[in-house]
């Protein structure tokens, strides 16, 4: 009997060591259980660092060629050009030019009128110009001077006060400059004149031409004497309504 009591206990004790190991034995195989959820759950590595895409590039739709920049002139159509212009320009200039000559010059043109002729002129004026228009110059056309021999010094030839003898500067009313006696003695303007300024048209005999007349306006005196200007006499006058 003393014999079979160590077994007991024995067998015991290993009953309780049995008990002991289940609990772990449990937790063993739990543990790659929850390490499967937690990388189940876990967001892929790929994922987490996937780079950021470029943008696409767009590509011409089928059917429409990209469109093409016109090249750059080159150095010889410039030249070209260039030299177009430059005789476009300079043919112009000529044709200005020759029809500046035709005409007098610029500003208030020269007739084209010539000694001997009587032509048609319409003048433009304004009432003061009785008092104001004068010429000075040392010369005289078929016994007609102007009010002055110079700006300074009235004229010592002969009578000054003779409106058919004294040469005055006159405008027409297409531009056109002249010296001219007699005006102001036509029956036309001996009355009273318009308050505004007026036209009349006579008939205008050229005499001749007179040298580097000086005008004088309402202004006053020009700077410099003119070119040479066609002188005569006008006659026949009327207002023109």
């Known amino acids: 009997m003393a014999e079979k009591e160590p077994d ?3 067998d ?28 189940a759950k876990a967001p892929p590595a790929a994922a987490k660092a996937a780079p950021a895409k470029a ?17 750059p002139p080159s150095s010889a159509s410039l030249g070209k050009s260039m030299v177009l212009f430059v005789v476009v320009v300079g043919t112009l200039a000529a044709g200005f030019a020759l029809l500046g000559q035709e ?14 002729q009587t032509v048609d002129v319409e003048i433009t004026l304004v009432a003061g110009d009785k008092r104001e228009l004068n010429c000075a ?7 007609r001077h ?22 005055r500067p006159y405008t027409s009313t297409d531009n ?5 006696a007699g005006l102001w003695s036509e029956p036309a303007l001996a009355g009273n004149l318009p308050t505004t ?15 580097a007349p000086t005008f004088h306006w309402e202004s006053g005196w020009e700077g410099q004497p003119r070119g040479e200007m066609l002188a005569g006499v006008l006659t026949g006058c009327t207002l023109v309504p």
């Open 197 to 211: 300024r007026f036209s009349v048209k006579c008939k205008y005999t050229v005499e001749g031409k007179l040298k």
């Open 137 to 143: 110059a040392t010369d005289e056309v078929a016994g």
């Open 103 to 116: 005409r007098g010059g610029g500003g208030p043109r020269g007739p084209a009128w010539k000694p001997g």
């Open 12 to 39: 015991e004790g290993g009953a309780e060591d049995e008990g002991h190991d289940e609990p772990e034995a449990e937790a063993q195989a739990e543990a790659p259980k929850a390490e499967a959820k937690a990388e």
């Open 176 to 180: 056109v400059q002249f010296v001219a």
């Open 55 to 71: 943008p696409a590039k767009k590509q011409p739709k089928a059917g429409k060629a990209a469109p093409r920049r016109a090249p």
């Open 146 to 167: 102007c009010g002055f021999e110079s700006p300074s010094k009235a004229w010592s030839k002969g009578d000054a006060t003779d409106d058919k003898k004294t040469l």
């Open 8 to 10: 007991e206990d024995k």
